[in-house]
């Protein structure tokens, strides 16, 4: 009985866990980027330094006005120039134009599955022979990396319960099976670790 409670209070929790995990990194995340303008900010009126959960706080706060900013200026003729002059930019600068352009060229393409990317779930072998997993294809010829790769697939594996850090693995079409799953039900079932199972049929 007290094993059953156990298991209960466990699935209960998880993902309450996980969601906190995720919103910890986040926060995390958020008071590292503005910690240096809000202190120098405090130094400058000449108050104390914001406590933790100040600067967690404030962060949001910018975080969402800075959200609603940027939409706004997506809204209007001159924001859209004024973006996409701040995206050259970015492309212009020397290391940073290599992360910033793959991290936008990925986004763009769960987005809306430009070019045809992340929009067919399969299933692969992965990462070890009779185990499988579900996978997204990024590209469907690898032969600008392997002579003879015009055959091969290159798939974008996530991982669990972030699927933003995944792993890109290219094998041989025959070795990818499609599956009747859209990018958002594949998605939630790398995220709840498997636990969240589709109810189409998986198999076409």
Known sequence: MIRKYLVAGIFTLLPLVVTLWILEGIFTALVGI???PLTWASHQIHVADPPTWGLALCSA??????LLLVGALVGNFMGRQLLTWLDELMM???VVKTIYGATR???GAIQSGQGGSFKDVVLVEWPNPGSFT???VASRDCS?????GQTMIAVYVPTSPNPTSGYVVMMEASRVRPVNLNADQALT????????VPDTPRDR
């Open 34 to 36: 503005f910690r240096g």
């Open 61 to 66: 706060l910018a975080t969402v006005l800075l």
């Open 92 to 94: 212009h600068v020397p």
């Open 105 to 107: 060229q990925l986004m």
């Open 134 to 136: 579900l996978g997204f």
């Open 144 to 148: 600008w990396a392997i002579p003879g």
């Open 189 to 196: 079932w790398a995220v709840s670790g498997g636990v969240v």
